[in-house]
């Protein structure tokens, strides 16, 4: 069961690293190899505290689930939820996408 959950956070990271600028991606797919474990975990955490705290300028809600993403590579009961909330946030976004392209071409 836990495979199935890494294949699916596995899936959806890779569209969305497809999706960003080379010099990202490049830093996404280094931070996702297993050796880069002693860097993930402390980002991830300081992630989610910057999250946190958002209300503070510089910081940001952007944060938190940057974090969660990162601390999932490495905290096996977080890989189904953060699976299945990239999953409904990809739908949603292609959802929104589809809405304001109808309303536009109205």
Do not use: C, N
């Not at 490049?26 to 505290?49: D, K, M, N, S, Y």
């Not at 993403?69 to 699976?83: E, H, I, Q, R, S």
């Not at 299945?84 to 109205?106: D, H, I, Q, T």
Request: cysteine-free; proline content about 7%; overall charge positive.
């Amino acid at each position: 069961m836990i495979d199935l959950h890494h294949r699916r956070l596995e899936r959806r990271v890779d569209r969305i690293e497809g999706k960003l600028p080379d010099a990202m991606a490049r830093a996404l797919r280094w931070l996702r190899e297993p050796q880069a474990t002693w860097v993930r975990i402390p980002a991830g955490i300081l992630l989610v505290l910057g999250g946190l705290f958002s209300f503070l300028p510089v910081l940001g809600i952007w944060m938190l689930p940057l974090g969660i993403v990162l601390l999932a590579y490495d905290v096996p009961f977080l890989k189904a939820p953060t699976g299945r909330a990239l999953v409904w946030g990809e739908r949603r976004l292609k959802e929104w996408k589809r809405r304001r392209r109808a309303a536009s071409s109205s």
